[in-house]
């Protein structure tokens, strides 16, 4: 059976599609709840994290350091104007 993918933003548009369903015979499916989804910024893939990574041999590379996640926000991650 053939596929197609219709991308919207409206919600009106989804209740026109379920009453058009119901004339032109087409089925209307949803992704799986549990998909990861992938974000798309000024070209850079952004990947949620997974939380069964497991980073304790990180803990020497930071170990005696002093960084914490508010320094880092504050120092290093804010963009240069």
């Known amino acids: 059976m053939p ?10 548009t989804l209740e026109v599609l379920n009453d058009l369903a ?3 015979d087409f089925v209307i499916s949803f992704p799986k709840s549990e998909r990861k ?12 994290a997974d939380s069964s990574i497991n980073i304790s041999d990180m803990t020497e590379v930071f170990k ?7 320094i880092l926000r504050d120092e290093a991650w804010q963009r240069k104007k």
Do not use: D, H, Q, R
């Open 64 to 70: 005696g350091k002093n960084v914490n996640a508010e």
């Open 22 to 24: 119901k004339y032109f």
């Open 37 to 48: 989804k992938e974000i798309l910024i000024n070209g850079v893939t952004i990947i949620p």
């Open 3 to 12: 596929e197609i993918i219709i991308k919207y933003k409206n919600s009106k």
